[in-house]
């Protein structure tokens, strides 16, 4: 697909998710989550797309979507592993799982695998501060994270 | 002189009439409910330290340095986002306020450059003001952090810094610098109501993006300018403080662009000008500007301005360069030579809507009392002269009802024919702040202008409708008005005359007129017709403003009377957030006309044919006045070709590039034996002119100027002129050569004559305008300081007159070989016929012209976007690139005529409106094919132009 269909795809369809959610109060984040469901993130080009149907300028939608951690401009990979680093978890170890993670699959910071296999995120806190530290991956969270129990969670990540 | 320095008061205005009383800092303060503390504060003369806050946006509260102490309450409130309350005990400096201030300008500093004495805001910087403000004396957290200041840390590349953005022409952004007060995000939403910037990410990664990320002139930022004004530091920095440092000096003056008429502080250095900064007490612009006013000022240290006057014997000849004395003698006894060899009314003059009152009134006065004949028109021929005609006839005043403050009280606004956002930009943002606020819009306009929809305004009704339908349309309203029984019969009772609206009542009702019959000829959707008219009706106030698309058509003055029947019919005029509105094009052609540019008129609008008031002129001026109106422009041309009219004097108008059927306009000037013009620039009509005589710009004279809203704002002088005499200066000094002796000294002399002599303006005087900053005429012992809003409480002709507008569709006719209408428009960056504009950096946004076609009738041709294609009427041709868009409706076409080589005007056709000659501009029946390039006439245009322009080397010692 060349990179102007690809681009008049995603218009499309973009559309098509933002006509779906127009009638709602305050449309805007079920589109941006429609659409992260979509497309595994939110294109740029949608971005004109949902500026015009809803009579937003370009800036204020990027503005949103670049507000929100959560929305990318580009997919993540097949699993999203979310590392907690606020205070509660920082204060029972959470930085040194955290380094563990990073080596252990060579990444950095919202950086993906090479395989695609994992994307890594940090996260501000997941509510679980009485089981500190924490992570979640791909929407399961996992607490009292120590060796034993970091080992499947990057089994699971890597697959 | 020093720097005009405005007292920011930290939140807008409140418009409360109730008052509240409270103490601050041990003074009693009284200000509106609803006023902030920050505000009342700097009323009562306190500037509580603040970043985040400026008068011209609402208050934001974050950045926490203007925090008060209130007794009785708990806390340190910021009060900026604090209302007063009564007996409220305000402090704004204490032990524990210093405190946190200096602990927030630390964070702010820590994050922000030390360069300061190189900085181009420095000495204009609320950062560097506020850290001397709290006594910022040390910064504990250092400097080494995380940080947006340095490319690069540690020897890495900081990913939290960004590169300045200079693709502006004229500001530039340096992110480094920014302390993410959000002021230009939201100067751009609540001033400008463009909506280009935002503020991306968040917490300490928050950074300013225009657009999504990218650059200023990528994003939809349409440089206004109110960022830069809003930004408190040197984040958002005008290129021409960069590179010449900081003004020492400011006048006020008004804007030389469009009618809108906004004033602008002129900030110089010495004689240089460093900046057009918005002047917050304009009446006009409130404080807000666009990019013509604000930035488009180069032109006037342009390689291409005149600055030496020159004489040629034919117009095959190269210029030569001559002394003032050379070049007034040469002109004087050329006039002489004219009258005498082929009479008195062999001669004319042409006045300018770009020059002052002072100066259009003397151009006329030396036609009339010079000259002895009553040749003199204006351009005001070919765009709003029906506006005159139209409004005199109905309400009994040529000019529009209103203030554009009115506009703020608007509940529904019909606009037809004018495109503001482009036009008129400073008035659009005041209309889309409206807007925005709830007020309802009916556009009617062939093309989907931006104020059908654009971020956050949508039109509740676009009458798309064919051009030269607009009267019919307007019955169709006005039939709906009457028959659904929706107009005001106690307004129309009380001012108007009773019996005519009857007739007119009778003849708007007839079936013919319904919108059903109207939708065959417009094709504009009956139930459309009868939305809107419904709304304008019953929606509360109602207001109409209109453009060019109503005058520029063979039945304007029909369609002006026609939007003055329905304001009439709703009870809409008479008082503030109503009224019928024409948007003037130009800054002074409200003014120009009120100073007697007709040939049927002296200044106020009264008739030649007057005994009383060429009495009043014939006594002042010793002179006897031609009783008969003299010609009109268009017949000036016609009797040059025939023979009998053989001089011009014309300042500061190009009509061979701005009036209609180009090749006549050529061809009545070619036949001409002197043809005087006064203009910065070797224009087009300069090609074919004998004498050149160079003018001085706004910046160079002292004058005033009339907006649309018959607003006289003063042009102040801020250096000397270039070309050695102001425009008043050379126009009385031609007159003295042809032995008028006159010897005015200033501009304010002849505005005491205009005043003595024109009772609509009896009571101005440089002292008033002086003392009040601007009025409105009338002004006069019943109106001393102006009037806002005319036709209170009664019609200026007495009883308001309704006039049948039966629709005659136009002659100019879509047949099998022109079956497309072509309309044509402006664009925001640049203006007129582009003399100003094209010779700034205002290009980057507009450099040629384009032709807007419908995807549909692109495609028949097989024209893609971005081909040359020919553009051709029944009166010529053309060539110009097109643009694919569905903006137009099929069957329309539309283009801009800012650059001489589109020649947009050789397309148009000499019909004209019936009433006033004004020209046809906007509907003209053409043929649309792919072509190579530019067409033959383009070419020989150009080559003709070039030669024109030719300036003989200058002699040695000529002294």
Redesign the interface.
């Known amino acids: 697909m060349t990179a102007q269909s690809g681009a008049a795809d995603v218009a499309v369809r973009a559309t098509a998710i933002v006509d779906a959610n127009a009638a709602l109060e305050g449309p805007l984040l079920p589109i941006l989550h429609d659409l992260q469901d979509e497309f595994g993130c939110v294109p740029e080009e949608a971005v004109p797309v949902i500026a015009n149907r809803l009579n937003l300028s370009r800036a204020e939608v990027h503005g949103v979507v670049s507000f929100y951690p959560d929305f990318h401009h580009s997919p993540s990979g097949r699993h999203v592993l979310k590392v907690c680093r606020a205070e509660a978890c920082q204060s029972m170890g959470g930085e040194k799982i955290a380094d563990r993670v990073r080596s252990a699959l060579g990444i950095d910071w919202h950086e993906t695998t090479p395989d695609g296999a994992v994307t890594l995120e940090p996260v501000y806190c997941l509510g679980l501060c009485s089981c500190a530290p924490a992570a979640m991956l791909d929407g399961e969270v996992t607490g009292r994270l120590d060796e034993t129990r970091l080992a499947p969670l990057l089994d699971e990540a890597r697959r | 002189m020093s720097l005009i320095h405005e007292i920011d008061y930290g939140t807008p205005a409140s418009t409360s009439e109730e008052a509240v009383t409270l103490t601050i800092d041990g003074f009693e303060v009284t200000v509106p409910v609803g006023t902030s503390l920050m505000r009342a504060a700097a009323e009562a003369g306190i500037q509580v330290p603040k970043l985040c806050a400026t008068d011209m946006v609402k208050s934001f509260g974050s950045c926490r340095l203007c925090l008060v102490e209130i007794e009785g309450r708990r806390g340190t409130p910021a009060s900026c986002t604090t209302p007063v309350a009564p007996d409220m005990v305000v402090h704004t400096q204490t032990p524990r306020l210093k405190e946190i201030r200096r602990g927030v300008m630390e964070l702010y500093i820590s994050d922000h450059p030390l360069d300061c004495l190189t900085c181009a805001a420095n000495g204009d910087c609320e950062l560097q003001d506020m850290a001397g403000e709290v006594g910022l004396r040390d910064v504990r957290y250092g400097y080494d952090g995380a940080n947006h200041v340095k490319a690069r840390d540690n020897g890495e590349a900081n990913p939290r810094y960004r590169p300045k953005d200079e693709s502006n022409p004229y500001f530039t952004f340096d992110p480094s610098k920014c302390i993410v007060c959000s002021r230009c995000v939201r100067a751009c939403e609540e001033v400008q109501g ?9 917490g300490f990664g928050s950074v300013v ?5 990218e650059a200023f002139l990528a ?2 930022c349409v440089s206004c300018g109110a960022c830069v004004q809003a930004c408190p530091t040197a984040t958002l920095q005008e290129k021409s403080v960069i590179d010449n440092g900081l003004p020492e000096h400011a006048r006020v003056t008004t804007c030389a662009y469009c009618g809108v008429g906004c004033s602008f502080k002129a900030e110089m250095r010495g004689e240089e000008l460093i900046r057009m900064v918005p002047y917050k007490d304009g009446k006009a612009n409130r404080g807000h500007s666009c990019v013509k006013g604000r930035f488009a000022y180069g032109y006037a240290n342009h390689k291409d301005r005149i600055l030496n006057p020159m004489i040629r014997e034919k117009i095959t000849d190269p210029w030569r360069e001559v002394s003032w004395e050379e070049a007034l003698a040469h002109t004087a006894s050329e006039f002489r030579r004219i009258q005498h060899q082929y009479g008195r009314s062999a001669l004319g003059g042409i006045t300018s809507s770009r020059c002052t009152n002072e100066e259009t009134f003397i151009v006329q006065k030396l036609v009339r009392a010079g000259f002895g004949n009553n040749n003199v028109d204006t351009c005001a021929r070919v765009c709003h002269s029906p506006t005159g005609y139209g409004l005199k006839t109905t309400f009994g005043t040529s000019a529009g009802t209103q203030d554009f403050d009115s506009v703020e009280k608007t509940d529904v606004v019909i606009l037809i024919g004018a495109n503001p956002t482009d036009g008129h930009p400073v008035f659009a943002s005041r209309l889309k702040k409206r807007l925005r606020e709830g007020a309802k819009l009916i556009v009617i306009d062939p093309r989907r202008i931006d104020l059908v ?6 039109a509740s009704y676009h009458l798309p409708l064919k051009p030269g339908s607009n009267v019919a349309i307007l019955t169709a309203l006005a039939h709906v008005v009457v028959t659904e029984g929706l107009f005001d019969e106690a307004f129309i009772r009380e001012r108007c005359d009773w019996d005519e609206f009857q007739d007119w009542a009778t003849f708007v009702s007839d079936p013919r007129n319904s919108p059903e019959e109207v939708e065959k000829i417009s094709g504009v959707p009956a139930a459309a017709i009868r939305g809107a008219a419904r709304l304008y009706a019953t929606g509360g106030n109602g207001a109409v403003y209109y453009g060019l698309g109503v005058t520029e058509h063979s039945q304007g003055s029909t369609t002006v009377m026609a939007i003055a029947n329905l304001a009439m019919a709703t009870g809409n005029l008479g008082r503030p957030g109503v009224g019928v509105n024409p948007l003037r094009g130009q800054n002074n052609v409200q003014g120009s006309c009120d100073m007697g540019s007709f040939p049927h008129e002296l200044p106020g609008y009264r008739h030649i044919s007057d005994e009383a008031t060429r009495d009043i002129f014939e006594k002042l001026w010793n002179v006897t006045l031609d009783d008969e109106p003299g010609l009109r422009i268009p017949n000036m041309l016609d009797a040059a070709v025939d023979g009998s009219f053989r001089g011009i004097y014309i300042q500061g108008e190009d009509i061979l590039q701005s009036d209609p059927d180009t090749k006549h306009v050529a061809a009545g000037l070619a036949a001409m034996e002197c043809v005087v013009v006064h203009d910065l620039f070797l224009n087009e009509t300069a090609n074919y002119a004998h004498v050149f005589l160079p003018g001085s710009t706004f910046l160079e004279k002292d004058g005033t100027f009339t907006n649309a809203e018959r607003r006289i704002n003063r042009v102040r002088r801020v250096m000397a002129p270039k070309n050695g005499y102001a425009d008043w200066e050379v126009t009385q000094l031609l007159a003295n050569a042809l032995g008028c002796g006159w010897n005015y000294t200033h501009p304010r002399e002849i505005m005491a004559e205009i005043a003595a002599t024109t009772p609509s303006f009896a009571g101005v005087t440089y002292e008033l305008l002086e003392k009040e900053g601007s009025v409105q005429w009338p002004c006069n012992d019943k109106a001393p300081t102006g009037t806002p809003v005319m036709h209170v409480g009664g019609f200026q002709r007495g009883k308001g007159k309704f006039v049948v507008t039966e629709y005659v569709a136009t002659d100019e006719k879509t047949g099998p070989r022109f079956p497309l209408l072509l309309t044509t428009g402006r664009i925001l960056t640049q203006y007129n016929v582009g003399a100003q504009t094209r010779r700034t950096a205002n290009t980057v946004w507009h450099e040629e012209d384009r032709l807007e076609i419908h995807p549909h009738d692109a495609e028949q041709r097989g024209i893609k976007d971005g081909d040359w294609v020919r553009l051709a009427s029944r009166s010529g041709e053309t060539s110009l690139k097109a643009r694919i868009t569905d903006r137009v409706a099929p069957g329309v076409v539309y283009t801009t005529f800012h650059h001489p080589g589109t020649q947009a005007n050789v397309i148009t056709t000499d019909f004209s409106d019936w009433a006033t000659n004004c020209p046809e501009y906007k509907v003209t029946a053409v043929q649309v094919a792919l072509s190579n390039g530019p067409s033959d006439w383009q070419q020989e245009y150009e080559e003709q132009a070039r030669q024109a322009r030719r300036i003989a080397p200058a002699m040695e010692a000529a002294e």
């Open positions: 463009t909506f280009a910037l935002t503020i991306e990410g968040r993006a225009a657009g999504q990320d994003s939809e929809r654009s971020p956050h305004i949508e």
